[in-house]
């Protein structure tokens, strides 16, 4: 679409004669014909619509009042239904706090019921609990005295048993002495011969000597310097004797000896203390116990070995020496048993006092039959004395009593766990 300013700055060329192109202005005019219609067309077509509006505005006026109306009742219909739900809601708001009130009251008083009936519960369920905790205490303390008294005949019996083992070991170890005492003043008394006589011997010899010394014309000086060579020999064979180092050996070892009694008389004082100590530790140190008397029964195999060896050694040298003088043995000291020890070996076990339960509350439940490995009794292989030979220490003596009851067996297991030593 061609627009009127394009018109007006369209130039158009001329032709000779002094006019335009044709062509030009034909082709000007069909542009200006179609802009032209086209603008005719749409301006129709505006003046259609506007009539259409026009229309419609007529119809909107017509009805503006009925509009207005509607509006006014409306508004009317409008104002009413606020004023009527603001009281609606201001009843409902009541009724809900009245409602309100009420629940409250009423979950008050169902809250004090249920905390009266709580504590209703609770104080009945307390006192039944207070009455059977009582009663579970009364039957503790009840067993536990049971149980002290069971354990204070136990343990009487074990001390009645240990004094007269003590007894027993004493004079077993007086009889021990005895034995070893006659040893020394036999070999004592053998040797002392055997010295004599060999001394006596020597003289005969020596004499002997001199007399063909004398009866015979010796001239050669070899002659005299071999018989003083003999003399020699023979003083120095008397000296030998009587140095010999055999003899101080013997007199060691039997030195030996006695100490090693003495060692044995302080291993069975021990004995006694830990055989008191045993009586107040529970059951379940056993262990500890065992590997302790496991120790000791080492220790006292390897003194009664090494014990047994010397009296061998010192009777195979006496008998190997054919009637060697091993000199005097006066120097060994005589051991004598000392009252003072076995008094306090029986005072060790003259105690009857128990350790007492001191929180009766912790005393746990006792089972009737409670099932317990039987094991080795503590100390039972320490004691090894055999009754028909002193020297032979092979015989294993129990501090356990002979099974006389089954009871007591049933007791001992009852009594496991109750007493403790006080540290």
């Known amino acids: 679409m061609i627009t009127p300013s394009q018109i007006r700055q369209k130039k158009i060329s001329t032709v000779e004669g002094g006019g335009y192109d044709r062509n030009e202005v034909n082709e000007l005019l069909l542009e200006v014909i179609e802009s032209y219609e086209a603008v005719y067309a749409e301006n129709k077509e505006l003046y259609r619509k506007m009539e259409i509006l026009a229309n419609r505005i007529e119809e909107y006026r017509a009805d503006e009042d009925t509009i207005k109306n509607a509006f006014i009742t409306a508004q009317k219909t409008a104002d009413k239904l606020m004023n009527e739900t603001k009281q609606k809601a201001a009843e409902s708001l009541e009724e809900s706090a009245k409602t309100a009130q009420k629940t409250v009251v009423d979950a008050k008083e169902k809250a004090d019921k249920i905390i009266s009936s709580a504590r209703d519960y609770v104080a009945n369920l307390t006192n039944e609990k207070e009455k059977a905790a009582g009663e579970i205490v009364d039957e503790a303390e009840k067993k536990a005295n049971e149980a002290l008294s069971g354990a204070k005949i136990v343990a009487q019996d074990v001390l009645e048993k240990a004094k007269t083992l003590s007894q027993e070991l004493i004079s077993k170890a007086k009889a021990e002495k005895e034995a070893q005492k006659e ?218 009593p002979e099974d006389d009851e089954d009871e007591d067996e049933e007791d001992n297991k009852k009594f496991k766990g109750f007493f403790k030593k006080k540290k």
């Not at 060692?263 to 006694?272: G, P």
């Not at 379940?284 to 496991?294: F, G, I, P």
Request: net charge negative; glycine share 2%; aromatic share 4%.
């Open 183 to 400: 040893l020394v003043e036999k070999l004592n008394a053998q040797s002392k011969t055997f010295k004599e006589n060999l001394i006596s011997l020597y003289e005969q010899q020596l004499e002997v000597v001199k007399n063909m010394a004398e009866d015979t014309d010796i001239s050669n000086i070899s002659a005299d310097e071999e018989i003083e060579n003999e003399l020699n020999h023979i003083y120095a064979s008397i000296d030998k004797l009587e140095n010999d180092d055999n003899v101080d050996s013997v007199i060691e070892k039997a030195k030996e000896t006695e100490i090693k009694e003495e060692t044995e008389e302080k291993a069975e004082e021990t004995v006694w203390e830990d055989v008191q100590e045993t009586i107040e530790t529970p059951v379940n140190e056993e262990a500890d116990v065992e590997e302790a008397e496991e120790t000791d029964e080492v220790q006292n195999a390897e003194e009664e070995v090494n014990e047994q060896d010397a009296v061998d050694e010192i009777i195979e040298e006496i008998e190997s020496s054919g009637k060697k003088s091993i000199g005097s043995l006066n120097e060994v000291e005589e051991e004598t048993v000392s009252e003072e020890e076995a008094k306090a070996a029986l005072d060790a076990f003259s105690s009857d006092e128990i350790t007492p339960i001191e929180d009766t509350g912790a005393i746990p439940e006792i089972d009737d039959e409670p099932e317990i490995d039987e094991k080795p009794q503590p100390f039972e292989n320490y004691f090894h004395v055999n009754r028909e030979d002193p020297h032979n220490t092979d015989e294993t003596i129990s501090l356990i």
